[in-house]
């Protein structure tokens, strides 16, 4: 089966579910590649944690497996070290292949529901497959909202990363707040907490809140370094740590907070 020949036959398994479960009638499928790949996501994105046939999921991972393989994966190796145990580098988190990468999760812990949304949540998502969102589901099953500062541990699926590692940081509403600093502090310590548990080598670090949470950019940058270095300082063999940073403007703040020349 060729990859345009997948990509239709999982939007038209995951419309079919929708009118079946919804009634919501199906969309026109697109002509156009760009159009497919559109309605595809937001499929995913809308899909809720249900489980699938044998059939979708072998179909569905031959397809990310290729999407995902557009860009070549990058091991710690190929990174960039700043300093014992920490490396520095820009770009896209879910090309890593780590032992875990860090998802900014919200409360639900079950992914980003809005179609086609920019979050890095939805792309974890997205790339991962359906079975993240199934993963995600099984563990918070009974215990949702998860509280601030906190973490679980899935799999990656269909992400070169063996595991993808959830936490929800605080959300910003009118000012940074003492105690919102501390909930900032918490996730990163709770995630390498889970990590060194897990005994996992590396942890992949996004700018936790920063996005849709609105953790100011320096304010941010300056608690995870400080939080990550302090806990590597307590636990020497604690996992390596790699501050995936995402824009030019993130790889300055960090740079300056770890004491980088430019």
């Not at 994105?45 to 999407?67: G, M």
């Not at 070290?81 to 999760?105: E, F």
């Not at 359906?130 to 918070?140: N, W």
Request: glycine share 4%.
């Amino acid at each position: 089966m060729e990859q345009v020949e997948r990509r239709q036959f999982l939007i038209k398994y995951m419309q079919h579910e929708r009118y079946e479960l919804a009634r919501v009638r199906p969309e026109e499928m697109p002509s156009d590649e760009t159009g497919q790949k559109r309605l595809l996501r937001k499929l995913f994105n809308l899909r809720q944690p249900d489980s699938a046939s044998d059939e979708f999921v072998r179909i569905q991972d031959d397809y990310l497996n290729e999407v995902n393989h557009t860009e070549p994966f990058l091991g710690k190796s190929d990174l960039p070290q700043v300093k014992p145990k920490i490396y520095l580098w820009q770009g896209d988190i879910t090309r890593l292949k780590v032992d875990a990468i860090v998802n900014p999760a919200n409360s639900r812990m079950l992914g980003c529901f809005v179609p086609n949304h920019g979050c890095l949540d939805n792309l974890i998502h997205t790339k991962a497959g359906i079975q993240l969102r199934l993963a995600d589901q099984k563990i918070m099953r009974g215990k949702s909202p998860e509280a601030t500062g906190k973490a679980k541990i899935t799999p990656g699926f269909n992400l070169p990363a063996k595991y993808v590692i959830h936490t929800v940081g605080p959300v910003i509403i009118h000012q940074v707040t003492p105690l919102r600093r501390d909930l900032l502090a918490d996730s990163y310590r709770s995630c390498m907490q889970l990590a060194e548990a897990k005994g996992l080598h590396e942890i992949a670090f996004c700018c936790i809140s920063t996005g849709e949470f609105r953790f100011p950019h320096p304010d941010a940058a300056k608690i995870a370094v400080k939080t990550v270095t302090d806990y590597l300082k307590e636990h020497p063999d604690a996992p390596d740590v790699i501050f995936a940073v995402y824009s030019p403007e993130d790889l300055a703040l960090y740079k300056q907070e770890l004491g980088v020349d430019k």
